[in-house]
């Protein structure tokens, strides 16, 4: 008997060392932040990162140029200019800025879904292609996904779209609601990029119990991983402070489970990002995990990276 309660004892005590040992990582800034923006290029914001080879592609939302451009990295610190590779379209009424992309590259070809914007009081989610990644060619005049649903009010937009090639269907969550900020994240799948199937509900929404995020969670990225989906996201405090927390889910779509940690981005006091920290977007590498996310000094916001080194996030 004694040598079973001694067993147990070291095992509890190995748990709890383990459980000691995943916690004691964080997420690092970057000592050299911000990675791209402000000076002469102005506000950069809401990216996506598409790793190839041993190159980093960053879409990037360009508000002077209300475009989405492209910078490229070998490092994930240090950018090239942006350069456009999606512009507004006049000869449409919902893409007066174009915004906020979500990039898949699949059988050679480039994937971007965006979001369109007329005169800041609407948004939607548009679809082009592009064989270079460079040169886009729009797949519709219309848009591909727009605000049907009540809980959607007057926008879409923050697309994040993966393929899931065991199923054969692009998935994506999208944030809906306020023109200023959306309320929640939605979802929907599509089997050609350019036709969607919406949930008719939010599948991830504000929890009021918890202070960071009680007003309102938007702009995620979703991981499938071996057993689960794992979702960073946008939490809200209150309409001006925003911070970066973690989700994951069995099936990607309902039954999320906080990270107990959260949030895992937080602004730093009188720094380039004290007043908000935005829309994460993550790559796992061999050692380590990079995220990038906006971060924002009253109206100004540019890109930043934060490191997390290791592979296991504890979660």
């Known amino acids: 008997m004694k040598k079973y309660f001694s067993l147990l004892i070291l095992i509890c005590c190995y748990a709890c060392t383990m459980q000691t040992n995943v916690n004691t990582s964080q997420w690092v800034k970057y000592e050299n932040n911000p990675v ?33 451009a492209v910078s490229i990295s070998v490092d994930g610190m240090n950018w090239t200019m942006p350069e456009i590779v999606l512009g507004p379209n006049s000869e449409t009424d919902w893409e007066d800025d174009i915004n906020r992309p979500a990039i898949v590259k699949k059988d050679g070809i480039t994937h971007l879904w965006y979001t369109g914007q007329y005169k800041g009081k609407n948004s939607w989610i548009g679809y ?14 219309q848009p591909v996904v727009s605000p049907t649903e009540p809980w959607e009010k007057v926008a879409v937009m923050c697309p994040h779209v993966i393929w899931d090639g065991q199923e054969g269907v692009f998935k994506m969550w999208y944030s809906g609601g306020e023109q200023y900020e959306p309320d929640a994240i939605g979802y929907a799948t599509s089997q050609d990029g350019l036709h969607w199937d919406k ?10 119990a918890r202070e960071w995020e009680q007003y309102k969670v938007t702009a995620c990225q979703v991981i499938k991983r071996e057993n689960d989906y794992l979702m960073f996201y946008i939490g809200f405090r209150d309409i001006d402070y925003a911070q970066i927390g973690m989700a994951r889910s069995k099936n990607g779509i309902d039954n999320w489970e906080r990270f107990s940690g959260n949030p895992i981005i937080t602004p730093t006091k009188d720094s380039w990002d004290e007043s908000a920290t935005y829309k994460p977007f993550v790559i796992q590498e061999k050692d380590r995990w990079m995220l990038w996310y906006n971060g924002r000094n009253e109206h100004l916001e540019q890109i930043g990276l934060a490191i997390y080194q290791g592979g296991n996030l504890g979660f």
């Open 128 to 141: 082009a292609i592009s064989r270079d990644g460079k040169n886009f060619v729009r797949q519709s005049e």
């Open 199 to 208: 949930r008719p509900q939010p599948v991830f929404t504000a929890d009021p």
């Open 36 to 68: 791209l923006g402000g000076g002469d290029l102005g506000t950069v914001f809401d990216i996506a990162v598409l790793k190839e080879g041993n190159e980093y592609l960053m879409y990037s939302s360009w508000r002077p140029k209300r475009s989405v």
